[in-house]
């Protein structure tokens, strides 16, 4: 019988804090997936420390975004044959002991998109109170457009089937992809179910989202996703 291939995705950017941790937990907790890094041209050590542990790195010319990044993930995932992939972000705040349940309920359930949500039980780091209410927000703007009711939309932690895969292979958007990306997955007929997980504080760095950048998050975002229901 063949065994599913299990990829994890890790865009990292100036990451050189938390990457090795991410690595060593995913090795610890998560042995049947295998892993790549995306190295979106970091400019502190990342590149240097993932080369001496001789980590599985695709390394972007050029600074490309959260986007790309993880489109060059699927894309990696597409071309060696995996059957689902998992992004977990660089620095730290997925944990990855909860990757093997989470990738046993897509083989079993057989659906196409699984989140990971630290809303369902509340537990662990919540996030913060302005960002709350964003992600209130867009579960909300789900629902209208796809009456389906997702608890956190942002979340990054989702394992995808193979047909998901080819899909974001092709399409991803630029920044700030997951409520578009939920949203066109469910418009697409596509099932997308959330478990509950537990998430972490970002271990090092500054999250790259200030005042205006939230502004233009919520505008872009919102319009992206009426525009993935209309086209």
């Known amino acids: 019988m063949k065994q599913n291939r299990r990829l994890v995705i890790i865009p990292a950017f ?29 400019m502190d050590a990342t590149g240097r420390i993932c080369e001496e542990n001789g980590y599985n790195v695709v390394r972007l010319p050029v600074n490309s975004g959260i986007g790309a990044a993880v489109q060059t993930g699927y894309m990696y995932a597409e071309r060696y044959g995996y059957d689902y992939a998992i992004q977990v972000d660089g620095d730290g705040q997925h944990d990855a002991k909860f990757l093997e349940k989470m990738a046993d309920i897509i083989e079993e359930e057989g659906i196409n998109m699984l989140i990971g949500s630290r809303f369902l039980k509340k537990e662990g780091f919540q996030s913060t109170g302005v960002r709350r209410i964003g992600i209130r927000y867009f579960t ?23 047909r998901v895969i080819e899909f974001f292979a092709r399409e991803y958007p630029k920044d700030y992809p997951e409520p578009e990306t939920v949203t066109q997955i469910l418009n ?27 502004v233009y998050y919520m505008i872009k975002v919102s319009i992206a996703c009426v525009m993935a229901v209309l086209l």
């Not at 050189?16 to 190295?39: C, L």
């Open 14 to 42: 100036n990451e050189e804090g938390a990457i090795q941790a991410t690595v060593e937990d995913i090795r610890q907790n998560a042995p049947s997936f295998d892993y790549v890094i995306i190295n979106d041209c970091s």
């Open 140 to 162: 909300l703007l789900i629902r209208i457009l796809t009456g389906k009711t997702i608890t956190d939309p942002t979340s990054g932690m989702r394992i995808v089937d193979r």
């Open 188 to 214: 697409m007929g596509m099932t997308v179910k959330e478990i509950p997980v537990e998430m972490k504080e970002r271990q090092t760095g500054v999250s790259s989202i200030n005042f205006w950048r939230a």
